[in-house]
């Protein structure tokens, strides 16, 4: 007996939203970016639930997609986050303030 | 349910075998034919380039991340390859029944992506990426005919080399 | 052999040709890449690569669109060609051509990796492109990333600068976050139609598994696309990022980044959420994204145009006027989800795209200039740095003053017909909320005057104080200003042409 759709549904919001709450929460650029990517993940959760309940590929298809997308966001911020942080010797996000009214 | 049998596992016990040969031919490859510089920091005890004794809460090198972010990139090119490989039979195989040629197709494209992964990988190349250091590889040089110059502390692994 | 593959390349399950702009711009960007790894910091040869291979994309995409009888989908339907994709890849075709003119002051004064900066462009427009001429919810996934994850790159180009720095990261790290939602909110529409496809959506709506899947679906849609057309309420990382980033990749980000998220922006929801009479689910869902829409424009154009007026750097200034454009161009877009008939519903996406056209050039315009004024390290952007340059730099000052003129959209400039065109399918519904929402657009207009002139006012009224030295417009820049002036006048004068030319091939949805 395999779960039902409802249970990878559920699990796929709850990891959604623990990345949501803690893009909000952390104040370090690296931890922000982790939960950032959770939520991807939990999205990829949701697709493949998706692909196997309706017996269709595409869900699994925008799972490759999502998957080399996550790839090179990861290069690109951290090589963002690096930068910065030679500027600055810091990763914290309360420092990235010079740009304010 | 067909009935189990345990020959059915007999490829995952040949990969197994060739994943052990092919490390062990590596490391044997690499003591027959690699050169030897002896310097201090290649005989220290191996802990993935960071120093053995010491903080563990220490930075370490930007070049770590050069090389992660190259392999992650590289590694998730197999995540379009296998489905190529896996549905490629069917297609050349609805190619000969069929007036459509997917499989000529998906062969094309295949070969578009592989060839644009190269180009990549040259692009990376070319821009040093995969350079460790030419600075430390000349220190490296140095240290290396410092010391076997002076004999010291590591002369008594050269009667080894 | 050959005949076969030259037939495979034609077949209409692939149907290369109608991919050629994005393939031929794709290509470019490599060969730009290449070239620079292997002679690297030769400015002139990428960016006239760049050009070239821009206008070749530009060939390619008037050839399916003055070529009849071109299929109207490829790969699948993946890929379609209609007005909505064609006339907005002419405007990123166009902002990208513009960009590099723009770039090439700035890129010599601060000895920015050209090749780079080239190449990211160029795969920067392959994204826009996708997107817009992607009918399937992977396609626009896919564009948007490839536009994003290069334009967070442009934001942060100069690496020394801690502006720069703090721009990219903002952008990254409130982007991804964007993106996240995006994603998911794909993922429940897949999951409450069982398709990707925005044709398919928009049919299996009255058979939807899951109808509260759909709603949710679609909220988290316009919470992603309303962050990369920089809608209020997801406005907030806008003025930073666009402060922080060179001038010329602001004028870039405000003008294609935009109009590629209106693009697919539309087509999901003008053609994948419908409204059809009958079915519940399907005039619910119709009937919340209308109004949440309305709202954020109304909102958009106010908080848009209210923060501007408070500006003292330019850049700033020009960020919230962004803001406040992309609320006109949601009156537009509420416009053609309200349309009656499939032809009112195709003139409201032609006004769009106008309207984005319009904006483009105009802004690209300005931002030439600002990036002229702003010296090394875009030192010079606040108000004060402008005060009395109108008759010392007359060429400067009097484009500028036209360029902020169409902004506000003045008659016989190109901001006009645009404002009026996205005004007109929104009065057209009649209905007490459309009329309401125009009323607050022209309110706004009227708002904005306050500061589109009193930039006018410091470059002509305002005593200087410091030197002013003459900064030399080179022959690119020569050819921006040039372009943008014409093209504000042609836009405004004989609109009528583009207007025709966006809406020659109908979009191949029936109204139901």
């Not at chain 3, 996708?130 to 396609?139: H, Q, R, T, Y």
């Not at chain 3, 490839?146 to 952008?171: C, P, Q």
């Not at chain 3, 080179?474 to 042409?497: D, E, H, Q, R």
Request: net charge neutral; hydrophobic share 55%.
């Amino acid at each position: 007996m395999e779960p039902a759709l409802g249970s990878y549904l559920a699990l796929s919001g709850i990891l959604f939203s623990i990345g949501a709450v803690g893009v909000i929460y952390k104040r370090n650029a690296i931890g922000m970016f982790m939960c950032i990517e959770l939520m991807l993940n939990s999205v990829n959760l949701s697709f493949v639930a998706f692909s196997r309940h309706y017996g269709d590929v595409t869900g699994q298809l925008f799972v490759f997609v999502v998957m080399s997308v996550a790839a090179a966001e990861a290069a690109v911020g951290l090589g963002i986050i690096i930068t910065f942080f030679r500027n600055r010797l810091s990763v914290d996000v309360d420092d990235a303030s010079i740009l304010k009214n | 349910m067909t009935e189990f049998s345990l020959l059915d596992y007999a490829p995952v016990l040949v990969m197994f075998l060739v994943a052990i040969g092919f490390a062990a031919s590596q490391i044997l490859v690499a003591q027959l034919v690699g050169p030897r510089k002896r310097t201090a920091t290649k005989l220290m005890p191996y802990e993935c380039g960071k120093d053995p004794v010491g903080s563990a809460r220490d930075r370490f090198s930007v070049k770590f991340y050069m090389v992660a972010v190259a392999f992650l990139l590289f590694d998730l090119e197999i995540l379009f390859v296998i489905p190529f490989a896996v549905a490629f039979k069917s297609l050349l195989a609805a190619e000969q029944s069929g007036t459509v040629y997917y499989g000529t197709i998906a062969f094309v494209t295949m070969m578009f992506f592989l060839g644009t992964v190269v180009v990549g990988l040259l692009y990376e190349w070319k821009k040093g990426a995969f350079d460790w250091s030419i600075q430390a590889r000349a220190e490296a040089i140095a240290e290396a005919a410092e010391l076997k110059r002076k004999g010291g502390v590591f002369s008594r692994f050269r009667k080894a080399a | 052999m050959m005949n076969i593959f030259l037939a495979e390349l034609a077949d209409p399950n692939v149907s290369i040709p109608l991919v050629l702009p994005e393939m031929l711009l794709a290509l470019t960007g490599i060969l730009v890449m290449i070239y620079d790894s292997i002679r690297p910091g030769r400015r002139r040869v990428t960016g006239t690569i760049s050009m070239v291979g821009l206008i070749l994309s530009a060939v390619a995409l008037f050839w399916i669109w003055s070529t009849p009888g071109q299929q109207l989908s490829a790969f699948g339907g993946m890929i379609v060609a209609d007005s909505l994709r064609m006339s907005f890849t002419a405007v990123f075709l166009l902002v990208s051509a513009l960009t590099i003119l723009v770039s090439t002051v700035w890129v010599e004064r601060e000895d920015v990796h050209a090749g780079e900066y080239h190449t990211l462009l160029l795969f920067a427009t392959v994204g826009m492109m996708f997107m817009a001429s992607g009918n399937d919810l992977v396609i626009i996934f896919l564009g948007l990333e490839t536009l994003s994850i290069a334009t967070y790159v442009m934001a942060g180009l100069r690496r020394r600068d801690l502006r720069s720095n703090e721009s990219a990261l903002k952008y990254f790290i409130l982007g991804s976050y964007a993106s996240g939602f995006l994603l998911y909110g794909m993922a429940l529409v897949y999951g409450a139609t069982g398709t990707t496809n925005v044709t398919q959506i928009a049919l299996n709506t009255e058979t939807a598994q899951f109808p509260a899947l759909l709603l949710v679906g679609a909220a988290m849609l316009v919470i992603g696309f309303g962050f990369k057309v920089a809608t209020v309420p997801f406005h907030i990382w806008t003025p930073d990022v666009y402060e922080g980033a060179p001038s010329p990749v602001t004028g870039f980000m405000a003008a294609g980044p935009k109009a590629a998220g209106f693009a697919s922006f539309l087509r999901v929801f003008v053609l994948g959420f419908p409204l059809v009479v009958g079915v519940q689910a399907s005039e619910f869902l119709h009937d919340s994204w209308i109004t949440a829409l309305t709202v954020m424009a109304i909102l958009t154009m106010t908080v848009g145009n209210i923060a501007a007026i408070v500006q003292n750097n330019v850049k700033r200034m020009l960020a919230y006027s962004s803001i406040a454009h992309a609320g006109y161009a949601m009156v537009g877009f509420v416009g053609a989800g309200v349309a009656k008939t499939a032809t009112g519903r195709d003139d409201a996406i032609a006004a769009v795209a106008f309207y984005m056209l319009t904006y483009a050039v105009t802004n690209l315009g300005a931002f030439a200039i600002v990036t002229l004024v702003a010296r090394k390290n875009d030192r010079r952007t606040e108000f004060e740095d402008y005060n009395g340059i109108g008759f010392r730099s007359p060429v400067l000052a009097f484009s500028l003053s036209l360029f902020m003129l169409s902004l506000l959209g003045l008659p016989l400039t190109a901001g006009f017909i645009g404002k009026v065109l996205v005004f007109r399918p929104a009065l057209e519904a009649g209905t007490s909320l459309m009329v309401i929402l125009v009323v607050i657009a022209v309110i706004n207009t009227a708002i904005s005057a306050y500061y589109y002139l009193r930039l006018i006012v410091v470059m002509f009224f305002r005593e200087r104080t410091e030197e002013w030295s003459q900064p030399k417009i080179s022959t690119a820049l020569a050819a921006v200003l040039a372009i943008t002036i014409i093209g504000v006048f042609y836009f405004g004068i004989f609109g009528n042409n583009v207007i025709e030319m966006f809406s020659k091939y109908p979009v191949d949805v029936q109204m139901r």
